[in-house]
């Protein structure tokens, strides 16, 4: 049985949603350090692209502490809580656009069973041998699978307590259709999770239309010669994501656009009293926003 206070490994990653987070990142840390004997050459520089923003140990001790902060207190806050809560048999989850694993093996550390989707096959593979090393690193049972295929391929019996879609509704294409099937594959009560950078922000369409020109859609060829539609950086707005889930059936659970200055700097309580409440004033967060954290749940 899984409840708030006596998750699989509380031990390891902590009871709450900071702790868990902190512990998780300390780990990543660690890993990053020794990932050459755990990946090939080619592996290991696409995992060091892929976190080029890793490892924080070498920063000094005040810009960590800011950057620890960001982490628990920003996107993955709202899921890490809902899996800390859970009650009953372990929840399953969808990590759909999984990348290198991650998000997908702290999810399985926080107790859930985990499908990890990518399209990419060599970020599965890098994923299937992270998750390895975590299982030997911590003497732990961690319930995650990697699937290379497009999301659209996936088997529609399959019934999920969670989708997560981290930075990745802006490459689905069609998103629309692919909210559609998050529904289907939703249990009754089930959420999807979408975490993206906000369209209404205007750096944020600066800096995509810097990276990728004006052509949005694209397709992309898997290692089975499979032609998929892809987009590049297609960013949905605040008010937009939640119309889009709306009209798949969706009800809104939560919807915070996350409001980043002073994010890292502040202390807990004032952070708590001050800084987070921006993150739910719709006016002003959709303008101003960097990212936005939006949960749609099917009716029970």
Same mark, same amino acid.
């Given at each position: 049985?899984?409840?708030?206070?006596?998750?699989?490994?509380?031990?390891?990653?902590?009871?709450?949603?900071?702790e868990?987070?902190?512990?998780?990142?300390?780990?990543? =840390?660690?890993?990053?350090d020794?990932?050459?004997?755990?990946?090939? #050459?080619?592996?290991?520089?696409?995992?060091?692209?892929y976190?080029?923003?890793?490892? !924080?140990?070498?920063?000094?001790?005040?810009l960590?502490? %800011?950057?620890?902060?960001?982490?628990?207190?920003?996107?993955?806050?709202?899921?890490?809580?809902?899996?800390?809560?859970?009650? $009953?048999? *372990?929840?399953?989850?969808?990590?759909?656009? %999984?990348?290198?694993?991650?998000?997908?093996?702290?999810?399985?550390?926080?107790?859930?069973?985990? #499908?990890?989707?990518?399209?990419?096959?060599?970020?599965?593979?890098?994923?299937?041998?992270?998750?390895?090393?975590?299982?030997?690193?911590? @003497?732990?049972? !961690?319930?995650?699978?990697?699937?290379?295929?497009?999301?659209?391929?996936?088997?529609?019996?399959?019934?999920?307590?969670?989708?997560?879609?981290?930075?990745?509704?802006?490459?689905?294409?069609?998103?629309?259709?692919?909210?559609?099937?998050?529904?289907?594959?939703?249990? *009754?009560?089930?959420?999807?999770?979408?975490?993206?950078? @906000? $369209?209404?922000?205007?750096? @944020? #369409?600066?800096?995509?239309?810097? @990276?990728?020109?004006?052509?949005?859609?694209?397709?992309?060829?898997?290692?089975?010669?499979?032609?998929?539609?892809?987009?590049?950086?297609?960013?949905?707005?605040?008010?937009?994501?939640?119309?889009?889930?709306?009209?798949? $059936?969706?009800?809104i659970?939560?919807?915070?656009?996350?409001?980043?200055?002073?994010?890292?700097?502040?202390?807990?309580a004032?952070? =708590?009293?001050?800084?987070?409440?921006?993150?739910f004033?719709?006016?002003w967060?959709?303008?101003?926003?960097?990212?936005?954290?939006? %949960?749609?749940?099917?009716?029970?």
């Amino acid at each position: 049985m899984i409840d708030g206070k006596d998750t699989i490994l509380t031990p390891v990653l902590g009871a709450t949603y900071k702790e868990a987070l902190e512990n998780m990142l300390s780990h990543v =840390e660690d890993e990053y350090d020794e990932i050459e004997t755990v990946l090939s #050459q080619d592996e290991v520089a696409t995992y060091r692209a892929y976190y080029v923003d890793m490892p !924080i140990r070498n920063l000094p001790p005040q810009l960590r502490r %800011s950057a620890y902060r960001r982490y628990y207190r920003g996107y993955l806050r709202y899921i890490v809580n809902e899996l800390l809560a859970w009650q $009953g048999d *372990p929840p399953s989850v969808l990590d759909a656009g %999984s990348g290198l694993g991650t998000q997908s093996i702290l999810f399985g550390l926080l107790g859930a069973k985990v #499908q990890g989707v990518d399209l990419r096959q060599d970020r599965v593979i890098i994923s299937e041998k992270r998750a390895a090393r975590w299982r030997e690193k911590l @003497n732990a049972r !961690i319930d995650v699978q990697f699937t290379c295929e497009s999301l659209f391929n996936m088997p529609q019996e399959e019934k999920y307590d969670f989708i997560w879609i981290c930075q990745a509704i802006s490459h689905i294409d069609p998103a629309e259709d692919f909210i559609d099937l998050a529904y289907k594959l939703l249990k *009754p009560g089930g959420q999807v999770v979408v975490y993206d950078p @906000n $369209g209404m922000y205007l750096p @944020n #369409q600066l800096f995509q239309l810097k @990276n990728r020109g004006t052509q949005i859609h694209r397709s992309y060829t898997t290692h089975k010669g499979e032609t998929v539609k892809y987009a590049v950086e297609r960013l949905f707005t605040f008010g937009g994501i939640q119309r889009l889930l709306k009209k798949s $059936g969706f009800s809104i659970a939560h919807a915070e656009c996350q409001f980043h200055r002073f994010r890292g700097k502040t202390d807990d309580a004032v952070f =708590e009293r001050f800084v987070r409440p921006l993150d739910f004033l719709p006016l002003w967060t959709s303008l101003i926003g960097y990212e936005f954290v939006v %949960s749609g749940k099917k009716p029970t």
